[in-house]
Each structure stands twice: as structure tokens, then as C-alpha cells.
């Protein structure tokens, strides 16, 4: 069974910072693309934030760049999330997401952690 385990999420006054952190575990075979996607209160679908592939390559949403660094550490199977300079607007429920390939089939799926809050306060 393969889990993703978001954690960091936490209120915070606008121009603050947090490191959001997501841990995968289980029976993996590989890690592809890890990333983080937002919901914020009151719209429906999940909007990407970051994005790092397994090079170590990345991309970001427009409103965060400049703000916020997605890294991951392949070892330890973990993709994390620094963000500074935290806006109002930037408060939503925050999703880990991953592109894993598991032991148990062979079959390359996509993954969702369960969601972290981030509140930012005016």
C-alpha cells in the first residue's frame, strides 16, 4: 500500500514563512514527478503550486514564483515545500502529489496525500 503523508501546515501572519513536507512510503519501485497542488476555500479543482521531476528539474505556478522552492530528497522518498513571503491569497488546503510506480503491480498511477491546511492571516 503506497501512502503519501503531507505535514507543516500551520497559520501564519501574511509575509511569514512554512516548509510543508510529504513522505512516501510503501512498496515502492520508482518515484516519477512529485509536486504540490492548492484548493482554496470555496473553488472546486486543485491548482498546481510546484512541480520537481525525478532530475531535479522544477516549475511553478506564476503567482508563487520568486516565493516558493520545491525540492525532494529521493532518498528518503520526500518532496518538500519552502514558502516565504506568504500572501492571504496563498491560504488553502495543500496536497502532496506523486507519479509512483508500487511492487505490487507495475503500473504507473498517481498518488494524493490526504492534505495540509496553510492560514494565512492580513
Known amino acids: 500500500q503506497v501512502q503519501l503523508v503531507e505535514s507543516g501546515g500551520d497559520l501564519v501572519q501574511a509575509g511569514g514563512s512554512l516548509n510543508l513536507s510529504c513522505a512516501a512510503s510503501g512498496s515502492i519501485r520508482s518515484i516519477n514527478a512529485m509536486g504540490w497542488y492548492r484548493q482554496a476555500p470555496g473553488n472546486y479543482e486543485r491548482a498546481l503550486v510546484a512541480?520537481?521531476?525525478?532530475?531535479?528539474?522544477?516549475n511553478y505556478a506564476d503567482s508563487v514564483k520568486g516565493r516558493f522552492t520545491i525540492s525532494r530528497d529521493n532518498a528518503k522518498k520526500m518532496v518538500y515545500l519552502q514558502m516565504n513571503s506568504l500572501k492571504p491569497e496563498d491560504t488553502a488546503a495543500y496536497y502532496c502529489y506523486a507519479g509512483i510506480v508500487a511492487y505490487s503491480d507495475n503500473l504507473f498511477r498517481g498518488y494524493w496525500g490526504q492534505g495540509t491546511q496553510v492560514t494565512v492571516s492580513s
Open positions: 512541480r520537481i521531476t525525478s532530475d531535479g528539474n522544477t
